[in-house]
Nanobody, 129 residues
Framework: QVQLEESGGGLVQAGGSLRLSCTAS????????MGWFRQAPGKGREFVAV????????YAANSTEGRFTISRDNAKNTVYLQMNSLKPEDTAVYHC??????????????????????WGQGTQVTVSS
């Protein structure tokens, strides 16, 4: 059984940085995609970024404005989300997710936005003004 565990959330002032981690257990990753989503209070879940495990291709939502970077460490089965220049509107619970058999190309990379196979419990990020 695959489990995803996030860490690294917390309280930070506007303009600050945080790095979130998500470690996958129960499987050695190969062709999956892993992504980050967030959900702010009273709002729906929002896609943040995704990375392909086998080739490292990434895609980030326009809303991140180039401030967020997704990366992976194959040896640790871990995906990271580096968040810089944080704003109060970035406040949310951040979840990581995994997609099996995502397919090829950009559509494959983004298929996680249509449904993921596994989700983590989430980590709270709060940005104060």
């Amino acid at each position: 059984q695959v489990q995803l565990e996030e860490s690294g959330g917390g309280l930070v002032q506007a303009g600050g940085s945080l790095r979130l981690s998500c470690t996958a257990s129960g499987r050695t990753l190969s062709s999956e995609t892993m992504g980050w989503f967030r959900q702010a209070p009273g709002k729906g879940r929002e896609f943040v970024a995704v990375i392909s495990w086998n080739n490292g291709n990434t895609y980030a939502a326009n809303s991140t404005e180039g401030r967020f970077t997704i990366s992976r460490d194959n040896a640790k089965n871990t995906v990271y989300l580096q968040m810089n220049s944080l704003k109060p509107e970035d406040t949310a619970v951040y979840h990581c997710a995994m997609k099996n058999f995502p397919g090829r190309g950009v559509l494959g990379l983004l298929s996680i936005t249509q449904g993921a196979d596994y989700w983590g419990q989430g980590t709270q990020v709060t940005v104060s003004s």
